[in-house]
């Protein structure tokens, strides 16, 4: 049986490569995007199995009418694909009310906007999965991300209780926490802060610690996505990449050690 995508963010990065690696499995797919001119020549390839949507997903009413649209063109919606995203840059002190708003709208409310759309028609169908893009860093902040990662812990908690909700309708969700890739997020899907001077040094030493690799190539966590998508039963949480695999369990042994480490303090409180 031929699945039904709807994937956000589809026309670049991440979403690009699983819309094409979708559409080379067989199945259909609505592709969304703010521009879907970058998917002209693959709905030309495609032309009986590819839908593009223009769409903003912060734009609520939008979101609702896209999905709509989306379920129209194919009848169901069998693999909703939350990706649509960018990052803002900067330290914390710098980041104004306008860019904090603007970011949280797409990473956040956008998601959760998508999810409250399609979540009556899966629910009805009494099937389907969930698929919410966030990060190996959700589980903490960095220094100068720490505005992307607090957009991605939100989502995380939020997807799993949307878990929880959704399991006696038999509809999946899945946190895919995405390691690093090469998806253009740090370029053309940044917003930055106004360098504030007293942090020159620690953006120095960031700098170093980054290195200029910009990681693998999108379509390499493709296959996992594929794997996923055809499980019974696909976990509610999935690291994505073997090197953030390693670094997200050494952040949870550190976090672990920092609490025992101060048990004794912790304990004297009864709550």
């Keep these: 049986m031929t699945r039904v995508w709807f994937i956000t963010g ?4 991440l979403g690009r490569a699983f819309t094409e690696a979708a559409l ?5 797919v609505v592709a969304a995007a703010r521009n879907v001119e970058p998917l002209a020549e693959l709905a030309r390839q495609h ?12 734009d609520r009413a939008a979101v609702f009418e896209g999905v709509e649209r989306a379920v129209a063109a194919f009848g169901r919606l069998d693999v909703v ?3 649509a995203g960018g990052l803002l840059l900067g330290m914390v002190e710098e980041a104004t009310e306008e860019q904090l708003r603007a970011h949280f709208d797409v990473n956040f409310f956008g998601a959760v906007w998508v999810a409250q759309a399609v979540v009556p028609h899966l629910r009805a169908q009494g ?18 991300t720490g505005m992307y990662a607090a957009g991605k812990s939100a989502l995380d908690s939020v997807s799993e209780a949307l878990a929880m909700e959704l399991a006696q309708f038999g509809v ?12 253009g997020l740090f370029t ?5 802060t106004e360098p504030d001077p007293a942090y020159a040094d620690l953006r120095a030493k960031l700098a170093e610690m980054w290195g200029d690799d910009a990681g693998p190539d999108p379509s390499t966590a493709a296959p996992v996505i594929m794997e996923l998508v055809g499980l019974p039963e696909p976990p509610v949480r999935l690291i994505v990449g073997s090197t953030s695999y390693d670094i997200v369990l050494q952040l949870e042994q550190a976090r672990t050690e920092q609490y025992r480490a101060w048990e004794r303090l912790s304990r004297l409180a009864p709550g």
């Excluded at 698929?131 to 190996?136: F, H, N, R, W």
């Excluded at 053309?188 to 930055?192: E, L, R, S």
Aim: aromatic residues 4%; charged residues 15%.
């Design 10 to 13: 589809a026309s670049r990065g």
């Design 24 to 28: 080379a499995a067989g199945d259909r």
């Design 47 to 58: 032309p009986d199995t590819l839908v593009r949507l223009p769409l903003d997903v912060s």
């Design 81 to 83: 694909l939350n990706n």
């Design 127 to 144: 099937s389907g999965h969930l698929l919410q893009v966030t990060s190996m860093g959700a589980g903490g902040g960095f220094a100068s």
């Design 172 to 183: 999946k969700v899945t946190i895919l926490q995405m390691g690093g890739y090469d998806t």
């Design 188 to 192: 053309v899907g940044t917003t930055a």
